[in-house]
């Protein structure tokens, strides 16, 4: 079955400063692949997803990099905020459901 | 508007006890599912259901039983609760294929 590795752990950076997020996936038939951000004690949100057929996706500071050949896919936050600090899920489709990665807790310092 | 809403949002209970969690999702999707998120976040899905239908059971104890009585319900139903179930428990509704997977507020259920 579909396995999701993501990291770092965890990312700490200073307000202004850009992050990015890495995830790899092992299942080729994935065709999907969504970011969820989950702020203490919320539910996980989307923030921004790609299909296969498309490399990059962009919307405002976010945007989302895929590699179908590497099986690899990123995301990137530009000019960050206090209020980008959450936890960030990477996802895989497979089979009718999502995969998750293991998370990445970001902490954006003032 | 609450597209996914789970009930209840905290839920303390003693060691063996039964106890239920409910979701009702209003985005018409076909397919609901369960998630467990335990203390370092890992978000790992229990069931899912399509259309009423159970599709994907991942070997979970059978202490755990989950009920849809239509496309817009999932239910979840606990036997004999042990310390290990305490944990964050989130429904999410999709279409068919994955699609606008939407997750519900989540349910702490803490087994003393």
């Known amino acids: 079955g579909e396995n999701v590795e993501q990291h770092p752990s965890t990312l700490s950076v200073q307000e202004g400063d850009s992050a990015v997020i890495k995830c790899t996936y092992s299942?080729?038939?994935?065709?999907?692949f969504p970011w969820y951000k989950q702020e203490l004690g919320k539910r996980p949100q989307l923030i921004i997803d790609i299909r296969s057929n498309v490399g990059e996706k962009k919307d405002q500071r976010i945007a989302v990099t895929l590699n179908k050949t590497a099986k690899h896919f990123s995301l990137h936050i530009t000019e960050t905020q206090p209020e980008d600090s959450a936890v960030y899920f990477c996802a895989a489709s497979e089979s009718q459901k999502l995969v998750f990665g293991t998370g990445t807790r970001l902490l954006v310092s003032p | 508007d609450t597209a996914v809403s789970q009930t209840p949002k905290y839920l303390v209970t003693q060691m063996g006890n039964d106890k239920s969690i409910k979701c009702e999702q209003n985005?018409?999707?076909?397919?609901m599912y369960w998630y467990k998120q335990d203390s370092k976040k890992f978000l790992k899905i229990m069931f899912s259901?399509?259309?009423?239908?159970?599709?994907i059971n991942e070997t979970v104890p059978n202490r755990f039983s989950p009920k849809s009585p239509d496309k817009a319900h999932l239910n979840l139903h606990i036997n004999s609760l042990e310390l290990g179930d305490s944990a964050v428990y989130f429904c999410a509704s999709s279409q068919t294929g994955g699609d606008g997977y939407t997750f519900g507020s989540g349910t702490r259920l803490t087994v003393v």
């Open positions: 299942d080729s038939a994935s065709n999907y």
């Open positions: 259901y399509n259309n009423k239908e159970l599709i």
């Open positions: 985005l018409g999707h076909d397919t």
